[in-house]
C-alpha cells in the first residue's frame, strides 16, 4: 500500500536514493556521541525503509540474501539518531546510540580495527567481548 501525502508519495524520498545495480546502497553507521565511525553495511530499499520507520539499523545481507536487524542475535542494537544521504545519493549515514558498545561481530567496538602500519595491517583495538559468548 502506498500512502500520499498532498499528492505525493510518502516513500518518494527512497526514489532519490542512487541504488547499484544490485538493488543496495552502502551505510556507513557513526556513533552519535563520538562521531567514530563503527561499521559499513548495505541496505536495500526495504531496509532502509524499516530503518527510518522503526528507528533501529536494518540491513541487508549480501551472504544471506536477507535483511537483518542489527543487534537481533547479539543485542547490539543500533538505535538510528540520523539518516543522512551524500552528495552523489549513493552512500548512506547513519548516526546512531550502539547498544553495549560493541558493533563488530569480532566483539570489538567498531569494524575498522585494522590500521595499516609498515605495509601490514596492525590490529589496534581489543575484543571487548569473545564473539562465542556473544553468539554462542
Known sequence: MVCLLAGRRMDDWLDTVRW?????????????????????????????????????????????ARSWVKGEQSGHVQRVREVRLDCDGDTVLLTVEQAGGIACHTGRRRCFYQRLDGGAWQ????VLKDPEAIYG
Request: no cysteine.
Open 123 to 126: 590490529i589496534d583495538e581489543p
Open 20 to 64: 547499484n545495480d544490485d538493488g543496495l546502497v552502502p551505510a556507513i553507521a557513526q556513533d552519535a556521541s563520538t562521531g567514530e565511525v563503527l561499521m559499513l553495511a548495505w541496505m536495500d530499499r526495504q531496509a532502509l525503509a524499516r530503518t527510518v520507520r522503526e528507528g533501529v539499523a536494518v540491513y541487508w545481507s549480501r551472504s544471506r
